[in-house]
């Protein structure tokens, strides 16, 4: 049975869609280098990618509808159902994964009742196993709306997901304060971040990201005696 047409935007949001679109397209030399933020402008719409969504950055690149899916597919950023206000990441990667990772997003399936790339009922929290964002240093780590929350247990995670579903002011470990799901896509399109402080708050790593620098550089660091680095080039050690 051949698909229904795509459902067009209302006028008013239409005619603000491609404002922004056009905006975003003109950063680019090619229009169709634009298609991974307009994904994004359209996800900032209606919280995930649609039928309607994928039309739309079609049409404004010059593009099939064909072309667009393939990569809105292609990348998991990319939600193809309504993600909740909030979207919880739990990293299952490998050193995630051993630390807790598996057993955090095990429970936190049970404790909300929902499974792998679903939503609530409520339309609060979606939840999904994701790869490696690079805070191995901090693992087990938890993402909400791509902000980190370090160090996670299974009680935390749970205790984070009741907080955000009761409207409770929830803070990432490190960065700005957390937003929606909406306006994350949205700064993810290429938007300003209008979040008050959002350029004084640093999500960079702490003390364990440059734990193995200091190694390198012959320090020795608290808690770990005779921690040593082994030279790539098997030139000896250095204390």
């Given at each position: 049975?051949?698909?229904?047409?795509?459902?067009?935007y209302?006028?008013?949001?239409?005619?603000r869609?491609a404002?922004?679109?056009?905006?975003?397209?003109?950063r680019?030399?090619q229009?169709?280098s634009?298609?991974?933020?307009?994904?994004?402008?359209?996800?900032?719409?209606?919280?995930?990618?649609?039928?309607?969504?994928?039309?739309f950055?079609?049409?404004?690149?010059?593009?099939t509808?064909?072309?667009?899916t393939?990569?809105?597919?292609f990348?998991?950023?990319?939600?193809?159902?309504?993600?909740?206000?909030?979207?919880?990441g739990v990293?299952?990667?490998?050193?995630?994964?051993?630390?807790?990772?598996?057993?955090i997003?095990?429970?936190?399936?049970?404790?909300?009742?929902i499974g792998?790339n679903?939503?609530?009922?409520d339309?609060?929290?979606?939840?999904?196993?994701?790869e490696?964002?690079?805070?191995?240093?901090y693992a087990?780590v938890?993402?909400?709306?791509?902000?980190?929350f370090?160090?996670?247990?299974?009680?935390?995670?749970?205790?984070?997901?009741?907080?955000?579903?009761?409207?409770?002011?929830?803070?990432p470990?490190?960065?700005a304060?957390?937003?929606g799901?909406?306006?994350?896509?949205r700064?993810?399109a290429?938007?300003?971040?209008?979040?008050?402080?959002?350029?004084?708050e640093?999500?960079?790593?702490?003390?364990?990201s440059l734990?193995?620098?200091?190694?390198?550089?012959?320090?020795?660091l608290?808690?770990?005696?005779g921690?040593?680095?082994?030279?790539?080039?098997?030139?000896?050690?250095e204390?």
């Amino acid at each position: 049975m051949p698909a229904l047409p795509a459902k067009p935007y209302p006028p008013e949001v239409h005619q603000r869609l491609a404002a922004d679109a056009e905006a975003l397209i003109a950063r680019y030399p090619q229009p169709r280098s634009a298609l991974l933020p307009l994904l994004h402008l359209v996800q900032a719409e209606e919280g995930f990618v649609s039928a309607t969504g994928i039309r739309f950055c079609a049409e404004q690149l010059e593009l099939t509808t064909a072309e667009v899916t393939a990569v809105a597919t292609f990348y998991t950023m990319y939600r193809r159902r309504p993600a909740g206000e909030y979207h919880v990441g739990v990293c299952t990667n490998t050193l995630c994964a051993v630390l807790g990772g598996d057993q955090i997003f095990a429970e936190l399936k049970e404790h909300l009742g929902i499974g792998n790339n679903e939503t609530t009922e409520d339309g609060a929290i979606s939840l999904e196993h994701i790869e490696c964002n690079a805070a191995c240093d901090y693992a087990p780590v938890v993402m909400v709306n791509w902000e980190f929350f370090d160090n996670q247990t299974p009680d935390s995670a749970k205790q984070l997901v009741d907080d955000l579903r009761a409207g409770e002011e929830v803070r990432p470990t490190r960065g700005a304060r957390l937003c929606g799901f909406k306006e994350t896509a949205r700064m993810l399109a290429g938007f300003p971040d209008e979040r008050s402080g959002a350029n004084d708050e640093s999500g960079a790593g702490g003390a364990p990201s440059l734990a193995g620098l200091r190694l390198a550089k012959g320090e020795q660091l608290p808690g770990t005696p005779g921690a040593r680095v082994v030279s790539p080039r098997n030139e000896g050690t250095e204390a």
